[in-house]
């Protein structure tokens, strides 16, 4: 069974990990090192030709790749936040080179070439800077991320040339828009979707948009025994309020989720009516028209809860990143895949960033989902079944055997 193969696989790489409760893998740390040689053993015994690029990225290509014809790159990331699972990132490696690897040993040709990436950095646990592997190869990369340090002071320049990568080099390893075909990534969904449907795998139709406001509420403070309960300026009250709002608006709109994660209150102590609360709302949707009229919902509400609890409420947009799709052809290619295998073929978007948000700027991308256990990720209980590896190793098997049909830039 392939899934079991993918499963030891990604038992063998969760043991290059820092000591502590589960796997803690950071870019360009010595467990990067070490784990880098192991993909390589794997990328080699699949017939690839293998080198570590410029960002620490481990690379394998197949014969027509290297020659330049078409290729679709496929891979995922081999870092992990601290205390993080065995499956996040390392799943989208060990399984496509497994199922390249037993298409080649069954001498199944491909039309196209093949290039498998593990990508060095996708979560942005060691420095402030992120995915630096995925953007080099879109040729978006920002020389100013170099400069990013990590809590010793090391910058990524620094920790890049003592892990023998040349970064001077990074801009020569933009792929060619022509002959790339597609970034495809298999990933665990990081959620309880698939396995509330009781569905092994998914169909991912875009990664979803974030937008971050901080809103700043001015109340009154004044004595907790004292003041009369209808004389009160309360911040917390509003700030209460707003809380609900956003849960209320989220729940109402379909294909949008968003959270207050961080209140602070002041002055914060157990008799004083609380004078100004600042607090963060983060919204997150695929689609822009969905997020943007949440937003509206939330904010225009805010008036309304102002005049209400008698405070001053200032709302600023902080941050925006728009969503990317993936690609209908290659999401029509995963359902005709998951299809063939009597898996009813669900649709659904990752609430979650991945390097597919770099890799949109070069290439159309596409991501395959498989269900992880009680939905849990970044946590060293994040786990998945060797059967449902198994299921997603067969369906993409059979998703690049029929690639063809469904890329235009193959068919023309
Ligand atoms: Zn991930």
Not at 49 to 56: I, N, Q, R, S, V
Not at 238 to 260: F, L, P, S, W, Y
Not at 324 to 346: F, K, S, Y
């Amino acid at each position: 069974m392939l899934g079991q193969l993918v499963y030891d696989r990604l038992e063998q790489a969760a043991q290059f990990s820092r000591p502590g409760p589960g796997v803690t893998r950071l870019f360009l740390s010595a467990e990067h090192k070490q784990v880098a040689i192991l993909i390589k053993e794997w990328m080699e015994q699949a017939g690839l030709e293998t080198e570590m690029d410029a960002t620490g990225n481990i690379v394998g290509r197949d014969e027509k790749a290297r020659n330049g014809a078409p290729t679709l790159i496929m891979g995922s990331h081999q870092d992990t936040v601290v205390s993080g699972g065995k499956y996040d990132g390392m799943l989208g490696v060990a399984l496509p080179i497994t199922v390249v690897g037993d298409l080649y040993k069954r001498k199944i040709d491909l039309p196209f070439g093949i290039e498998i990436v593990a990508f060095g950095d996708e979560e942005g646990t060691r420095f402030q800077s992120t995915l630096v592997g995925s953007r080099a190869l879109a040729g978006t990369f920002d020389p100013a991320a170099l400069d990013a340090m990590d809590d010793n002071g090391v910058t990524v320049r620094t920790a890049l040339q003592d892990f023998g990568c040349t970064p001077d080099s990074i801009p020569s390893l933009k792929r060619s828009r022509k002959n790339t075909l597609g970034f495809l990534e298999v990933h665990i969904e990081q959620g309880p979707v698939l396995e509330g449907r009781n569905l092994p795998v998914g169909i991912v139709t875009a990664l979803t948009g974030i937008e971050r406001h901080r809103v700043v509420i001015k109340g009154k403070a004044s004595h907790a025994g004292t003041t009369p309960m209808d004389h009160r300026q309360d911040a917390l009250l509003a700030a209460a309020d707003i809380v609900h709002k956003v849960n209320q608006v989220c729940r109402e709109t379909e294909g949008m989720v968003g959270v207050v994660g961080k209140l602070e209150v002041s002055p914060n102590a157990v008799n004083v009516i609380p004078d100004s609360v600042d607090l963060t709302i983060e919204l997150r949707a695929p689609e822009r028209a969905v997020r943007v009229n949440g937003r509206g919902a939330i904010l225009s509400a805010l008036g309304g809860i102002a005049q209400n609890r008698a405070v001053a409420i200032n709302a600023d947009q902080t941050y925006e990143a728009e969503g990317v799709p993936c690609a209908d052809w290659m999401m029509n290619g995963l359902e005709a895949a998951i299809t063939q295998h009597n898996i009813r073929p669900l649709r659904l978007f990752s609430g979650a960033g991945h390097d597919g948000l770099a890799m949109h700027d070069l290439c159309d991308i596409g991501m395959l989902f498989v269900r992880c256990k009680d939905g849990l990720s970044h946590h060293p209980d994040e786990a998945i079944t060797a059967e449902d590896a198994d299921i997603a190793a067969q369906v993409l098997a059979t998703y690049l055997q029929n690639l063809a049909q469904f890329c235009s830039k193959l068919a023309g």
